[in-house]
């Protein structure tokens, strides 16, 4: 493959500013009757302590993993029985025992059958804790998501949460009193319900699908490769318009806007990433591009977007693109 070509991407990040209204996508668990928001303890660009809202960098991952599933099975992309059922857990020891399981093999075995059996591995990650087989040295096998996403921060300032009060219907309520051991009285508790305009922040190393970081090889086709390439954008899309987290049975996300800058490298370098938190975020960026331009001539391009039907627009330019390859 010819990776000097405009159409060939090493690194994608996109730095945005995600507003959200109504929501309760991430919580700290409960105390009593009451449902606890997540809060975070940040500091803004001039040093300033403050106190937000956020959503964990895990629960966009989880989203982002659940529709990557649909997008694997209706491309014909290959996944272990685990990651097929939404299992954490990805892939078993039993499932690469038979072709990684011999003693003579090594880690470096067990990753090449790992990323051409499971395309969730390869793009997720996974550790694999069990030993596989009789190989000695397949224990704590790792293998690092080729996609990464940051806690998605309140902004500053353009931020809050409430409660609101939350009761089951039940007919006849008063007469079974409340929250009885046979659910089937009254139950009160209250929920958060949050707002506010968040950083948004996540990155592909495009280079790295379907690599093997041990060996610095790919032991899947360029084909296949590409494909995981564009399943990974289609899922992306798929999380900003449809993010499934916690409660969204009811309290599904009002997403008003989606802005920001979409970075994106044809040559061996991170594609520059600055958080929104920064006001002057864009500027920064577009600095950035500038200078990484003069080092390594149209090394990185910007897509500025503002709305969600720009980002999509964004996304579909990228998307007849194919992986970097490493030499």
Known sequence: MNNSSKNV???ISISGEMTLNLHS???EGGEGNQIMTRQLTILDKDGHRASVTGISGDMFKHIHASHLVNCCVESGLPLSDYSNKLDPNR????ELKELAGDANQTQKDVIDVLIKKCSIC???GVLITDKVGENKSSSNTPRKSVIEFAWTVGIPDK???ETYLHTKVVADAGAKGSATRSNEGQNIFHR???YGAYAFICNIDVYRIGLNDISRTYPITEEERTKRYKAILQ???ATILNPKGAMTS????HITDFKGIVAVTHKLMPAPIVSAINPDYRTEIETIRKSLNVISKDAVEVYSFDGLGKFSEVIKDLYDAEPYTLA
């Open 25 to 27: 996508l991430n919580n």
């Open 91 to 94: 892939i078993s020891a039993d």
């Open 122 to 124: 390869d793009i997720h």
């Open 250 to 253: 009811s309290q599904k996300p």
């Open 9 to 11: 991407i090493a690194s």
């Open 159 to 161: 931020n809050g949460t």
């Open 235 to 237: 899922s992306l899309l």
């Open 192 to 194: 958060p319900a949050n």
